[in-house]
């Protein structure tokens, strides 16, 4: 899990972006520790939380996307909607009795941010940085931080 956290830690260029990966990397790290202890409702509880925290997230970049005309918006789209699906299945069998919290449980979800992070968003944050520069606007901080392009209007 620490290796997922470290990456969300590195710093994209586009605060906006930033500050939804830290969160989300602070709360995977909850969701690891809650994990060990075998509580389920402390673990659909964190889970609830990784799931508000990426819906927000994911729109945000979604947002971003659209506004810059990104090319890769459907399929990037795709990775973000497979994921929320995958943290909605997990939480579904652990309320059916059926799934007992375990940390071998919540590998999938560093392991796909870490990869995420390290593909998909990187080059969204490219684009992001491109964009922002043929435009005349700071490399940082023309969004309210935590927002998307949208913000304030």
């Not at 990456?7 to 690891?32: F, N, Q, S, W, Y």
């Not at 059926?98 to 684009?127: C, K, N, V, Y």
């Amino acid at each position: 899990m620490e290796v997922a956290t470290r990456m969300a830690r590195t710093e994209m260029g586009v605060p906006e972006i930033d500050a939804g990966h830290e969160k989300i990397a602070c709360i995977l790290e909850r969701v690891a520790t809650v994990a060990q202890a075998g509580d389920p409702g402390r673990m659909l509880e964190a889970l609830g939380e990784l799931k508000t925290a990426s819906e927000t997230h994911f729109r945000v970049e979604e947002e971003w996307m659209a506004a810059i005309n990104y090319g890769g918006l459907a399929e990037h789209k795709i990775l973000h909607d497979n994921e929320i699906a995958r943290i909605s299945d997990l939480m579904g069998r652990i309320t059916g009795g059926g799934m007992r919290p375990s940390p071998r449980q919540t590998l999938p979800f560093a392991i796909w941010f870490r990869e995420h992070l390290r593909t998909a968003d990187l080059d969204l944050a490219e684009a992001i940085r491109s964009h922002r520069r043929k435009a005349g606007a700071p490399a940082a901080g023309a969004v309210t931080r935590g927002r998307g392009p949208d913000a304030g209007r």
